[in-house]
T-cell receptor, first 111, second 110 residues
Framework: ETGVTQSPTHLIKTRGQQVTLRCSSQ?????VSWYQQALGQGPQFIFQ???????GRGNFPPRFSGLQFPNYSSELNVNALELDDSALYLC??????????FGPGTRLTVL | RKEVEQDPGPFNVPEGATVAFNCTYS??????FFWYRQDCRKEPKLLMS???SGNEDGRFTAQLNRASQYISLLIRDSKLSDSATYLC???????????FGGGTRLMVKP
């Protein structure tokens, strides 16, 4: 096990709602990255947080936002959910520029 | 054109077979390359980094061809436990973003 935990494991929401996903990083890691993995596709980079600041963002709209806390845990918030937001959301923790260790993911279904 | 492209497969091979996957990437300035393994409904895990000179880890060999911008993974003596999706990954030069291919599914049969 990597030591990266995510909650909840599964979540069902309806279109237009808001969701918050949580990630606890591995001990000693100060960087958290978030990825979205749609069914049958590879993960896509959403953004990265380093020492509580956003440190790079992929091609996702502003309704995807995040936070990192002083203990380096992180949240991903998605507003105005759309059907296409249904996916596995993965967080990964690391030291900067080092191997990223992934958590088990949160499976989000939007109805 | 996708930044990282892979044949989705599936590759169905018998135990003991040798199988090879290729991947192409579009950014010629990329410096860091990896193969990840992802089991069904699980998180991706680093299988191995890919170095310019090629590298081997047991039954797995990874090679990089910068001129043609492709990366390969060779698996020798396939085991049932090798059945998984193999993801080709390129890290950007800032070191903060991994770009994944769509994955190649491997099924090893008895």
């Amino acid at each position: 096990e990597t030591g990266v935990t995510q909650s909840p494991t599964h979540l069902i929401k309806t279109r237009g709602q808001q969701v918050t996903l949580r990630c606890s990083s591995q001990s000693g890691h100060n960087t958290v990255s978030w990825y979205q993995q749609a069914l049958g596709q590879g993960p896509q980079f959403i953004f990265q947080y380093y020492r509580e600041e956003e440190n790079g963002r992929g091609n996702f709209p502003p309704r995807f936002s995040g936070l990192q806390f002083p203990n380096y845990s992180s949240e991903l918030n998605v507003n105005a959910l759309e059907l296409d937001d249904s996916a596995l959301y993965l967080c990964a923790s690391s030291q900067p520029r080092n191997e990223q260790f992934f958590g088990p993911g949160t499976r989000l279904t939007v109805l | 054109r996708k930044e990282v492209e892979q044949d989705p497969g599936p590759f169905n091979v018998p135990e003991g077979a040798t199988v090879a996957f290729n991947c192409t990437y579009s950014n010629s300035a990329s410096q860091s390359f990896f193969w990840y393994r992802q089991d069904c409904r699980k998180e991706p895990k680093l299988l191995m980094s890919v170095y310019s000179s090629g590298n081997e880890d047991g039954r797995f060999t990874a090679q990089l061809n910068r001129a043609s911008q492709y990366i390969s993974l060779l698996i020798r003596d396939s085991k049932l436990s090798d059945s998984a999706t193999y993801l080709c990954v390129v890290r950007n030069n800032a070191g903060n973003m991994l770009t994944f291919g769509g994955g190649t599914r491997l099924m090893v049969k008895p």
